[in-house]
């Protein structure tokens, strides 16, 4: 596959994949996602490889999510219908990094934010670098994730800053996220790659077989939540062909203050 969108090597039995559209701090669309399924597959196909590395380009950002500047009421970008409705394959996306039987270290280097920040509680271990943000812009921008990146959240951190983080669409900073079990590891910015193939190393040395096992131990225990993300995917479809949740998303880009006051009825 012709790559545009992302950077994938494989060394010494780690598969890295690098969202590269720093433009838009490594926002996703529709080919964007696409690349990223067919490399994750490729990551797990391939028994050399025993552990997968997800990060963004540049040092800004690890990613923004979906590339606001792409979506309209039909959803995003190029490829319409596909997925649950939005225009990307989030769902299949989301599916491959919990399904792939190796871990997946997210190496947040910047903004982790919106469906950006999802990946990252997605993936099964995250080291951040002390300049990551994390946060959730959704209902700022007219748009939701209801499934991986809510309810699986609040396993991770709890139901009180799970529901905190997406009502206030705050950020926090690397040590915040820390402290609240958001993420595994902070480090100084210029050593992320150095640790983050430090535990790539540890993983290395552990055996396959039992690594996936207990990754799909552990993923069995959330399945149903992949189930509601798929009807959640739905909804997001229908509400993006809303006059609110364009509201949201033109605000963004239009670089103006949001107004939803309308729509309290
Ligand atoms: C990351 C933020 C906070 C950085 O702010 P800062 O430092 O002020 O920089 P900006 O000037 O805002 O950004 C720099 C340039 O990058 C562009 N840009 C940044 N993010 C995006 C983006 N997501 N799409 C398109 N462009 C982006 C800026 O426009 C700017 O470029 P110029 O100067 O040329 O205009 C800040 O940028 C920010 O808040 N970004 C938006 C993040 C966002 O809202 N993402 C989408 C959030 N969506 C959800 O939360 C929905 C949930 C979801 O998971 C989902 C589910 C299914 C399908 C899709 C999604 C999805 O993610 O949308």
Redesign the pocket.
């Known amino acids: 596959m012709e790559l545009l969108d992302i950077l994938y090597e494989k060394t010494n039995g780690i598969a890295k994949i690098t969202m590269n559209r720093p433009q ?2 490594n ?1 996703f669309r529709p080919q964007t996602v696409r690349e990223m399924i067919w490399a994750f597959r490729d990551a797990w196909d391939d028994n050399t490889v025993g552990v997968v590395v997800l990060t963004g380009a540049g040092d800004k ?1 690890f990613c ?6 792409a979506r309209d009421l039909d959803g995003y970008g190029d490829s319409k219908g596909l997925g649950g409705g ?1 225009g ?1 394959e ?1 769902e299949a996306l989301h599916g491959v990094m919990r399904d792939i039987p190796k871990p997946v270290i997210a190496a947040v280097n910047g ?1 982790a ?3 950006g920040h ?1 990946l990252q509680v997605i993936c099964d271990l995250t080291i951040a670098s002390d300049k990551a943000i994390f946060g ?3 209902p ?2 007219g ?3 209801a499934g991986l ?1 809510t309810a699986y959240l609040a396993r991770i951190i709890g139901e009180k800053k799970a529901r905190e983080i997406w009502y206030l669409c705050l950020q926090y900073n690397a040590e915040q996220a820390l402290q609240m079990g958001l993420i595994n590891k902070v480090v100084p910015h210029e050593k992320l790659d150095e640790s983050v193939e430090e535990w790539c190393n540890l993983i290395l040395e552990k055996s396959p077989t039992a690594l996936k096992m207990i990754k799909y131990s552990f993923n069995a225990d959330s399945a149903n939540i992949q189930g509601i993300s798929q009807m959640g ?1 739905g909804s ?1 479809a229908m509400y993006y062909n809303t006059e609110e949740a364009l509201e949201g998303k033109n605000a ?1 880009v239009e670089k103006r203050p949001v107004n939803f006051n309308k729509f309290r009825k």
């Open positions: 838009v701090y926002a950002s923004t999510g979906g590339d606001q500047k939005v990307l989030i903004y934010i919106g469906g999802v959730q812009t959704g700022k921008v748009s939701f994730d990146g995917l997001v963004f």
